[in-house]
């Protein structure tokens, strides 16, 4: 998707600080493509949080924007809403991943 490798990083390194290791890392990751081709059920959630992945030219945003968008998003949903969007953003698999840098520390994001 064209995502910088510090951005990667630092996406797997906050999945590491909540519990998240390796291979279920990779597996989040690579289901957050949901974004790109969204389904009917990822494309609700994208509008419950009113996130567009691309910019005022129709370039894809940086990742690190895009999972900012989402945590801004989220700020005002209940933690059980916020599970079921995550859910419906990532899929169930990886949704615990989505929750990890939504809910990782604003300190840790930066």
Not at 1 to 10: E, N, W
Not at 19 to 31: D, H, N, Q, V, Y
Not at 61 to 79: H, N, Q, S, V
Not at 85 to 100: F, I, K, N, P, Y
């Amino acid at each position: 998707m064209g995502f910088s490798i510090q951005d990667t990083a630092l996406a797997v390194g906050l999945m590491a600080n909540q519990g998240i290791k390796a291979s279920e890392a990779g597996t989040s990751l690579r289901s957050m493509t949901r974004l790109v081709k969204p389904t009917k059920e990822s494309g609700r959630a994208m509008d419950i949080l009113g996130l567009s992945i691309t910019d005022s030219n129709g370039k894809m945003k940086p990742f690190r924007d895009i999972i900012a968008d989402i945590r801004e998003g989220m700020k005002k949903l209940t933690p059980e809403s916020k599970a079921a969007v995550a859910g419906m953003l990532a899929g169930q698999e990886a949704m615990s991943g989505l929750l990890a840098l939504v809910n990782s520390s604003d300190g840790d994001f930066d």
